[in-house]
Nanobody, 119 residues
Framework: QVQLQESGPGLVKPSQTLSLTCTVS??????????WSWIRQPPGKGLEWMGL???????SYSPSLKSRTSINRDTSKNQLTLQVSSVTPEDTAVYYC???????????WGQGTQVTVSS
């Protein structure tokens, strides 16, 4: 079964770029019909879908984050990456990667990684 593991710095300063990696095992990120999402949960709030990259490499982003977010992949390492630029304390959240067979379809999740934006 597919397993996902997020990694990256736990503390980012305001105005900098947040960069996270999701390492996938048990399956290829290029497997047909898989949709790989990034989702976050700010403290005390619900889950927020940020964007995804599909098996073909196409991407889709939340309109509210599109101007600051970039999702890419490294097929040689079977990894996904997330970058969020110009972060503010409002970007403080637990960040998750997840996989499914379409939008809003999540069959497996990573354990999540806490990112705090603070000077």
């Amino acid at each position: 079964q597919v397993q996902l593991q997020e990694s990256g710095p736990g503390l980012v300063k305001p105005s900098q770029t947040l960069s996270l990696t999701c390492t996938v095992s048990g399956g290829s990120i290029t497997t047909n019909y898989y949709y790989w999402s990034w989702i976050r949960q700010p403290p005390g709030k619900g889950l927020e879908w940020m964007g995804l990259i599909v098996y073909s490499g196409s991407t889709s982003y939340s309109p509210s984050l599109k101007s600051r977010t970039s999702i890419n992949r490294d097929t040689s390492k079977n990894q996904l990456t997330l970058q969020v630029s110009s972060v503010t304390p409002e970007d403080t959240a637990v960040y998750y990667c997840a996989v499914g067979l379409g939008y809003s379809d999540y069959r497996a999740w990573g354990q999540g990684t806490q990112v705090t934006v603070s000077s």
